[in-house]
């Protein structure tokens, strides 16, 4: 069974400093995509990055980059200059080459202090 | 502005009682997805749909059913509800290859 395992279930940070998420997946697949969710309290989920398992640079979205060990299949998120609006549960999914499904792992939550 | 929208954001049913959530997207997407989410568990899988009339069973399909009769709208049917169905359902919609999924605001089920 292909799986994501995020096994924070909880971290905090204090404003303006960095944060790191950690994930892991279990797949025999050469490709597939690589996600981070974000979902604030108003359960709006909303895409902060995206992978692609063939490219081996690391994926940037301003103040969100991953580090993505294939080998390892470890795809964590570290969040730079936290911002009280980070604040939320993270989720890392997944989706194998052969199919649309998306997998999630259980989420992080991430709680930003003054 | 692109936009998954689910029927009630809010919902009280009784134990027996069939139950439908609806979601309608307008992104032209292919996939469409229901997911529950529960406490510790994260979103799990409830039905997969990559056509219209096209679904796939997710991790937990047992007590649900899924229609897709048109591109735009996914639903999802309690056949008879149960007090541990409980739960925030949130439907999700794609496109192919690994694409962004773009969710609704979600609906919390209470069966009482």
């Known amino acids: 069974a292909q799986t994501v395992t995020q096994s924070q279930p909880e971290m905090s940070v204090q404003e303006a400093e960095t944060v790191t998420l950690s994930c892991t997946y279990d797949?025999?697949?050469?490709?597939?995509?690589l996600f981070w969710y974000k979902q604030p309290p108003s359960r709006q989920m909303i895409l902060v990055i995206r992978?692609?398992?063939?490219?081996?640079q690391n994926a940037t979205e301003n103040r969100f980059s991953v580090n993505f060990q294939k080998a390892a299949k470890s795809f964590s998120l570290k969040i730079s200059d936290s911002q009280l609006g980070d604040t939320a549960m993270y989720f890392c999914?997944?989706?194998?080459?052969?199919?649309?499904?998306?997998?999630f792992g259980t989420g992080t939550r991430l709680q930003v202090f003054p | 502005d692109v936009k998954v929208t689910q029927s009630s954001r809010y919902l009280v049913k009784r134990t027996g009682e069939k139950v439908f959530l609806e979601c309608v997207q307008d992104?032209?997407?292919?996939?469409m997805f229901w997911y529950r989410q529960d406490p510790g568990l994260g979103l799990r899988l409830i039905y997969f749909?990559?056509?219209?009339?096209?679904?796939e069973k997710g991790d937990i399909p047992e007590g649900y059913s899924v229609s897709r009769e048109k591109k735009e709208r996914f639903s999802l049917i309690l056949e008879s509800a149960s007090t541990n169905q409980t739960s925030m359902y949130l439907c999700?919609?794609?496109?192919?290859?690994?694409?962004?999924?773009?969710f609704g605001q979600g609906t919390r089920l209470t069966v009482v």
């Open positions: 999700a919609s794609s496109r192919p290859q690994g694409t962004e999924a773009f």
């Open positions: 797949t025999s697949e050469n490709n597939y995509y």
């Open positions: 992978q692609e398992a063939y490219k081996q």
């Open positions: 999914a997944f989706i194998p080459n052969n199919t649309d499904k998306l997998i």
């Open positions: 992104m032209d997407h292919e996939n």
């Open positions: 749909s990559y056509d219209v009339k096209m679904k």
